[in-house]
Structure formats: C-alpha cells, structure tokens
C-alpha cells in the first residue's frame, strides 16, 4: 500500500524540486504582484509564468485518475503529489491542478457531452480559463443540499436560470469563464432527483457578480469567493450536465476526490507549518535558553508529528480505498478524513503561530493567513457535523438493532 510505482516516484521528485526552485522563492513576489496591480483579480504575472513552466516541465493536470487528460495516477498516487503542492498557497495553480477546476474538469470528463468538453474541459486543462462551482446559497441550509432553492427551468430549447448563490469560490479572477450551476429542475420528483447541473458562462445576460466575500479579512484574491445572482439567465438546454435529476449523482461523484485533494493539501500545510515551529524554536532564545528547551514546546512538537502522521495515514487509506473498491464503500474513510484533516491543521497552525509570537499573527509568515484558509475547510464540501452524522450512521450498520429484553 505505501510503495509508489516508479512513475510517481519520479513525478513527486519532479514537483519536490519544482517547489524548491520555483515556487517557494516567488510566494513574496506573487503577493506582491497582488498587492501592487491595477487590477487585484487578475492573475499575476509570475504566477503565469510558473504555470508556463511548469507545463513545461510535464507537471500539468496530475489529478485526473487513470484518465487520458491528465498523468493517469492513482488518488493514492496523486495524494503525495497533492500534499506537496499544499505547501503554498499558489503551487496548485501553478501545475493546474487547484480547486474548485479539478472537480469541475473531472465533472465535465466524466459527465460532459463531447461537445461540452470541447468547448470548456479543453480550455480548462489547458489553463487558458478557470471555473467556479455554484451549490452554496445563502437563503438556506446548503449543508443540506435538499434545501437549495435555485430554479432551473426548462423553455423550449433553452433552460431559465434563476437564484442567488455565494462562495463561489473562483468567481471573482477575470479568468474564470464558466460555472457549474446546481439548482432544482423539478420540485415534485423523489427527494434526490430533484436536483440538476448545469453549465453557465459568467458573461451570459443576467449573471451578475454581487460582491467579494472575505475569509476572516483575507479576500484571497486573485482567485476570491462570489456572490453571484443568476436572474433569468439563459442557456441552451444542451448545457444540461448528465440529465435532468442527476445533480445528486454528480456530486458525489465529484466530491469524493475533492476531499481526498483537500486533506492532503492541508497535511501539505500542517507539515510547513511544523516545519517553521522547530525552526523558529531553534533560533529563539527566552529566559537564557533556547525556545526548543522548554518542555512545552517540545511536546507540541511530538503531538504535532503525531497528529500529522495519523491523520496521513487516514488519508492514503481513504485513497487506497478509492482506487481498489470505489468511492461508495470508501464513503466512511472519506467523512472521517473531511473532519480529522482540518482540525488536526487547525491545532499544528495554532501551536505554530504561539512560537512565533506577535510575527506569527502579520503577514510576515504564512501562517495566520494558512488558519483562516484551513479554518473554512471544516466547513467546505460540508460541515463536520453532517461527516460525523454520516460516520455515526455508518458505524452503527455494524450494529443492528435488538430489542430490550423483558425483565
């Protein structure tokens, strides 16, 4: 299970030193390119030309399993590659393989019509656009997908488009071209046929960009989080993904690799962040002696590596589970890593942050603005609660019911 095949061997190798020699050195100028442009939603100019080197280089569209798109890995191949790239905030973009375009170009592969994927997977896999996704709504419980109130509305060769959504992450770059919309196409049908998908241009009549939504003050631009109302938009019927009442189906299929992306970028953080905890615990002195001889400290340290280690190893069995028995049987695995990555990242930021003191909480590291990030995770692509519901539910199928006996 812990072995990887000679390919990814050698491609986690690749993206090491690419990481060493392009995108650490550059995390400064990115910000700054940011901090100084005319416009903030546009893509920086470094971070172009990483993406054009990295292309360059073979490190492009990694995450498409066993797929013609992309390198053919495994999820529990492409989970070591992806705990790297978590590293830095930027390096996904930068090899093409950042969300929400992972799941939206695996969606359009899987579930596209031919014509679909011509038109926007092609683009998409060559980072010439970028992509949001359109589910949460800020009207209704969106933790229960049920609840989502967006109209799409059938009109003779055209389907009628109407709803607000918000953290539309990726809306806001200048970039981004299409949106995948889901909404409900019939009210009456069975509870989970009730929903569809489908695909929106951003510049179609009626799609308006509301506003930004910040992270506990970090707007994350370029890419950000949109408000977007969709008033009477129109689109042609063939912009249907998959069918009408499928939205549930593509779903699940799109989220089970998404988790597996998004806790192994935050183990990715976790590691960089206990990384810079032993290193400032070695350079600073307090007391007259080095921060690195206090006992407390040196326990954060051995529960950090702890934590870290358990929850990498959660996650790879997920993966493995993914690629050997399906997406289905692996639904367990997959709930407990959604809610033990982030909160294991969570507690290794905070311990990190502590050691650094006043430095930790300013832009002068990354780590205050790695919390805010991870912290939204307990959150995306569901609430803990509704994992741990699901992890409980499962757990107990183990255990069927008996009735009391009678004393």
């Given at each position: 299970?812990?072995?990887?095949?000679?390919?990814?061997?050698?491609?986690?190798?690749?993206?090491?030193?690419?990481?060493?020699?392009?995108?650490?050195?550059?995390?400064?100028?990115?910000?700054?390119?940011?901090?100084?442009?005319?416009?903030?939603?546009?893509?920086?100019?470094?971070?172009?030309?990483?993406?054009?080197?990295?292309?360059?280089?073979?490190?492009?569209?990694?995450?498409?399993?066993?797929?013609?798109?992309?390198?053919?890995?495994?999820?529990?191949?492409?989970?070591?590659?992806?705990?790297?790239?978590?590293?830095?905030?930027?390096?996904?973009?930068?090899?093409?393989?950042?969300?929400?375009?992972?799941?939206?170009?695996?969606?359009?592969?899987?579930?596209?019509?031919?014509?679909?994927?011509?038109?926007?997977?092609?683009?998409?896999?060559?980072?010439?656009?970028?992509?949001?996704?359109?589910?949460?709504?800020?009207?209704?419980?969106?933790?229960?997908?049920?609840?989502?109130?967006?109209?799409?509305?059938?009109?003779?060769?055209?389907?009628?488009?109407?709803?607000?959504?918000?953290?539309?992450?990726?809306?806001?770059?200048?970039?981004?071209?299409?949106?995948?919309?889901?909404?409900?196409?019939?009210?009456?049908?069975?509870?989970?046929?009730?929903?569809?998908?489908?695909?929106?241009?951003?510049?179609?009549?009626?799609?308006?960009?509301?506003?930004?939504?910040?992270?506990?003050?970090?707007?994350?631009?370029?890419?950000?989080?949109?408000?977007?109302?969709?008033?009477?938009?129109?689109?042609?019927?063939?912009?249907?993904l998959l069918g009408e009442g499928r939205g549930f189906e593509i779903a699940q299929g799109r989220l089970g690799p998404g988790r597996i992306h998004h806790c192994m970028r935050t183990i990715g953080v976790a590691e960089r962040a206990l990384e810079?905890?032993?290193?400032?615990?070695?350079?600073?002195?307090?007391?007259?002696?080095?921060?690195?001889?206090?006992?407390?400290?040196?326990?954060?340290?051995?529960?950090?590596?702890?934590?870290?280690?358990?929850?990498?190893?959660?996650?790879?069995?997920?993966?493995?589970?993914?690629?050997?028995?399906?997406?289905?049987?692996?639904?367990?695995?997959?709930?407990?890593?959604?809610?033990?990555?982030?909160?294991?990242?969570?507690?290794?930021?905070?311990?990190?942050?502590?050691?650094?003191?006043?430095?930790?909480?300013?832009?002068?590291?990354?780590?205050?603005?790695?919390?805010?990030?991870?912290?939204?995770?307990?959150?995306?692509?569901?609430?803990?609660?509704?994992?741990?519901?699901?992890?409980?539910?499962?757990?107990?199928?183990?255990?069927?019911?008996?009735?009391?006996?009678?004393?």
């Open positions: 299970m812990f072995e990887l095949s000679e390919k990814a061997q050698a491609l986690r190798e690749q993206v090491l030193a690419f990481m060493d020699e392009h995108v650490y050195p550059n995390e400064h100028l990115h910000h700054e390119q940011i901090a100084n442009a005319e416009n903030r939603w546009a893509p920086t100019a470094i971070l172009e030309e990483l993406k054009g080197k990295a292309k360059a280089a073979g490190l492009w569209n990694l995450f498409l399993p066993e797929s013609d798109y992309g390198a053919g890995l495994t999820n529990f191949e492409y989970a070591h590659l992806c705990e790297i790239m978590g590293r830095s905030h930027m390096a996904p973009e930068v090899f093409n393989c950042s969300a929400p375009d992972t799941g939206n170009m695996e969606t359009i592969a899987r579930y596209g019509s031919p014509e679909q994927q011509k038109q926007w997977l092609e683009p998409l896999l060559a980072g010439e656009i970028r992509s949001c996704f359109s589910m949460t709504e800020p009207a209704v419980a969106s933790s229960d997908a049920t609840n989502i109130s967006c109209e799409i509305r059938r009109d003779g060769d055209e389907y009628v488009i109407n709803g607000r959504k918000w953290w539309s992450s990726g809306a806001m770059t200048t970039t981004c071209k299409i949106a995948i919309v889901m909404g409900k196409t019939d009210a009456g049908a069975e509870k989970h046929k009730q929903q569809s998908m489908i695909l929106v241009p951003l510049d179609t009549p009626g799609v308006k960009i509301i506003r930004p939504l910040t992270v506990f003050g970090y707007d994350h631009a370029p890419h950000g989080h949109a408000e977007i109302e969709y008033d009477n938009v129109r689109v042609p019927a063939s912009n249907m810079a905890m032993c290193q400032r615990v070695n350079e600073r002195e307090a007391f007259g002696k080095p921060l690195a001889q206090f006992d407390s400290i040196r326990k954060d340290i051995a529960r950090s590596r702890l934590e870290i280690e358990q929850c990498r190893l959660l996650t790879l069995k997920a993966a493995h589970m993914m690629d050997t028995v399906g997406n289905k049987v692996a639904r367990q695995e997959i709930a407990m890593i959604k809610v033990a990555a982030p909160s294991m990242a969570l507690k290794i930021l905070d311990r990190a942050i502590q050691v650094h003191g006043a430095t930790g909480v300013c832009q002068d590291t990354f780590l205050a603005a790695a919390w805010a990030q991870v912290r939204t995770l307990r959150l995306a692509d569901g609430p803990d609660e509704v994992h741990l519901d699901s992890i409980a539910k499962l757990e107990l199928r183990n255990y069927p019911q008996t009735h009391a006996r009678s004393h």
